[in-house]
Each structure stands twice: as C-alpha cells, then as structure tokens.
Nanobody
C-alpha cells in the first residue's frame, strides 16, 4: 500500500520561509512523478508544483514561480517544497501527490495523481 506523509508545515509571517517534506513508502519511489497541491480556506484544491524523475522536469503554478522550489531525493524516497517569500495568500493545507503511472510526465492536474498524503497546514500572517 502506497503511503505519503507530509511534514514541515507551520505558522509563519510574510516573507518567511518554510520547507515541506513528503516521504513515500509502499513501492519503488522512482520514476513516478510527484506534485504538491494546496487548498486555501474556503477554496478548491489547486496545483503548486510538480517534478519528474531525477529532477529533470519541473512545473510551477504562476503564483509561486520564483518563490517556491520543488525537488526530490530518490535515495530518501522524499519530495520537498522549499517556500521562500511567503505571502498571506499562500495560507493553505498543502498536499503531496504521487502518480500511479511510472511513465507519466509531471502534470498540473489533480486527476492524474493516484496517491495523496493527509496534508500539512501552512499559515502565513502579516
């Protein structure tokens, strides 16, 4: 059974940084694509960033480009989201997601991801 566990969320102020981590277990980590999504309070889940195997391909939502960096460490079975210059609008529950198809490229669409973590809360205040 594939499991994803996120960590690293918290409460910070605008301009601060956080690093989210997500570890996967239950199957080989490589070469599945992984992604981060988030759900702001009262809104629908939205795409944040995605990464393919070996960090060769990455995708970002326009709202986080230049501030967030997604990366993976296949030796640690982990994917990370480094978030810099946090804004109040980044407040959300952040979810890690993993593809079910080993040949699928990174995607911005939640329907393409088969496995999901339980989420970690990020709160940014001014």
């Amino acid at each position: 059974q594939v499991q994803l566990v996120e960590s690293g969320g918290g409460s910070v102020q605008t301009g601060d940084s956080l690093r989210l981590s997500c570890t996967e277990s239950g199957r080989p980590f490589s070469p599945y694509s992984l992604a981060w999504f988030r759900q702001p309070p009262g809104k629908q889940r939205e795409f944040v960033a995605a990464v393919g195997d070996l960090n060769i391909v990455t995708l970002y939502a326009e709202s986080v480009k230049g501030r967030f960096t997604i990366s993976r460490d296949n030796a640690q079975n982990a994917v990370y989201l480094q978030m810099n210059g946090l804004k109040t609008e980044d407040t959300a529950v952040y979810y890690c997601a993993s593809e079910g198809d080993p040949f699928a490229r990174p995607s911005q669409w939640s329907r393409d991801y088969e496995y999901w973590g339980q989420g970690t809360q990020v709160s940014v205040s001014s």
